[in-house]
């Protein structure tokens, strides 16, 4: 790689993306990117064949660099600590993988390249924006089809948003213009009390686990899954998640009961417990 082509990585996200984890960096240039390695061993392709084909492309190439990530043992297969990685823009995972022939992919690993198609650059991208970690449902297809209050408070916080954006621009070319203001209080007063009747109904009992809670156990899916890829040399994120659903009766795990989240704790950190020292620190 050339010294030119050498990015400097100021922050480093693992983003668990159904069922595998992706390795993204936030580099000096201000523009994030994946590892090629990581995206290669989720989809099963050859990395040396698929960086040829990057540094053919024209376009991928511009977007192909060079920078130090920090791995753990399970992904690289070599030991963890600081490696050198190739880096892949994350607004031209699309562009590659729109090149994929049949021929290189296994039949049942076709549908998990849609996936990565249609999510892999945004969910990555979002994992800087928003601290977004994960992602097991397509979120759009989420808010349509799913009206609980959660989904109500996403809205209308949204809508909040984009009104007191409007807002802004709007005072700001009054002010260019040495115009006087008028505020909508009334909608936005409208839509904070609407906000507030939803925050009473979150607070029921049969409310969702917030995003916090969510990180936690997605840290402790990492923990476990970790542990047993040093075993297995196998991605084990899938496994380890597929148990945590199975067990509490639930398609993914940000779809978990409130009530029931210091219980999946517990049944995490005991799983991590057996199969590890009995006086290692449980790190979650």
């Given at each position: 790689m050339e010294d030119s082509k050498?990015?400097?990585?100021?922050?480093?996200?693992?983003?668990?993306?159904?069922?595998?984890?992706?390795?993204?960096?936030?580099?000096?240039?201000?523009?994030?990117?994946?590892?090629?390695?990581?995206?290669?061993?989720?989809?099963?392709?050859?990395?040396?064949a698929q960086v040829r084909r990057i540094r053919r492309h024209d376009i991928l190439d511009e977007g192909y660099k060079g920078g130090a990530i920090l791995a753990s043992p399970s992904k690289s297969g070599v030991g963890g600590g600081e490696q050198q990685a190739g880096l892949l823009r994350v607004d031209l995972i699309p562009l590659w993988l729109s090149g994929l022939r049949a021929?290189?992919?296994?039949?049942?690993?076709?549908?998990?390249?849609?996936?990565f198609q249609r999510e892999a650059a945004r969910v990555l991208w979002e994992a800087f924006r928003s601290g977004e970690l994960s992602v097991d449902h397509d979120f759009s297809d989420l808010l349509q089809q799913d009206e609980s209050p959660s989904v109500q408070a996403y809205k209308m916080l949204a809508a909040l948003t984009r009104m007191a954006k409007q807002q802004i621009l709007i005072e700001n070319r009054l002010n260019e213009q040495g115009l006087a203001i008028t505020h909508n209080t009334m909608t936005l007063g409208d839509l904070a009390q609407r906000?507030?009747?939803?925050?009473?109904?979150?607070?029921?009992?049969?409310?969702?686990?917030?995003s916090s809670q969510a990180v936690q156990i997605a840290q402790a899916v990492k923990a476990i899954a970790l542990e047993l890829g040093k075993r297995s040399r196998?991605?084990?994120?899938?496994?380890?998640?597929?148990?945590?659903?199975?067990?509490?009766?639930?398609?993914?795990?940000?779809?978990?009961?409130?009530?029931?989240?210091?219980?999946?704790?517990?049944?995490?950190?005991?799983?991590?417990?057996t199969i590890t020292d009995d006086d290692q620190v449980v790190p979650f």
């Open positions: 050498q990015l400097t990585v100021i922050e480093q996200r693992d983003v668990a993306f159904y069922g595998d984890e992706l390795t993204a960096v936030r580099a000096d240039d201000g523009h994030v990117y994946v590892s090629v390695r990581h995206l290669c061993q989720a989809l099963d392709l050859d990395r040396t021929s290189m992919v296994r039949e049942e690993i076709r549908p998990k390249i849609k996936q906000m507030e009747s939803l925050e009473a109904d979150i607070g029921r009992d049969d409310r969702l686990i917030a196998r991605n084990e994120f899938g496994g380890v998640y597929g148990e945590l659903h199975r067990r509490f009766e639930i398609p993914e795990y940000r779809l978990l009961a409130a009530h029931r989240f210091d219980e999946a704790m517990t049944f995490l950190r005991d799983w991590y417990g």
